[in-house]
Nanobody, 119 residues
Framework: QVQLVESGGGLVQAGGSLRLSCAASGRTFRTYAMGWFRQAPGKEREFVVG????????YYADSVKGRFTISRDNAKNTLYLQMHSLKPEDTAVYYC????????????WGQGTQVTVSS
């Protein structure tokens, strides 16, 4: 019901910065919250950060706290992830996700964008 498309991934050196974007379309009027997850090769998908669509309450994983910042533009139906001081361990496919009203968890997912941090 909600289509998500990530962009902004790429190759960056350790200590560098990158900004990811997630454009949402479809039944976006039902969005309750959005967030970013990531999955490294051979590892399970992990939560990075989430934000409520109304009220801007945020939740950050300890591993990215102080380095990553999530923001959103309701009018543009777009989610952003500003990443600073990137580390090689941040290397992963980053996924945008949305939770709609009535859903117990995130039910809509993008295809992901690759972020590679070299040492």
């Amino acid at each position: 019901q909600v289509q998500l498309v990530e962009s902004g991934g790429g190759l960056v050196q350790a200590g560098g910065s990158l900004r990811l974007s997630c454009a949402a379309s479809g039944r976006t009027f039902r969005t309750y919250a959005m967030g970013w997850f990531r999955q490294a090769p051979g590892k399970e998908r992990e939560f990075v950060v989430g934000i409520s669509w109304i009220g801007s309450s945020t939740y950050y994983a300890d591993s990215v706290k102080g380095r990553f910042t999530i923001s959103r533009d309701n009018a543009k139906n777009t989610l952003y992830l500003q990443m600073h001081s990137l580390k090689p361990e941040d290397t992963a496919v980053y996924y945008c996700a949305a939770r709609q009203r009535g859903e117990a968890n995130f039910g809509s997912w993008g295809q992901g964008t690759q972020v590679t941090v070299s040492s």
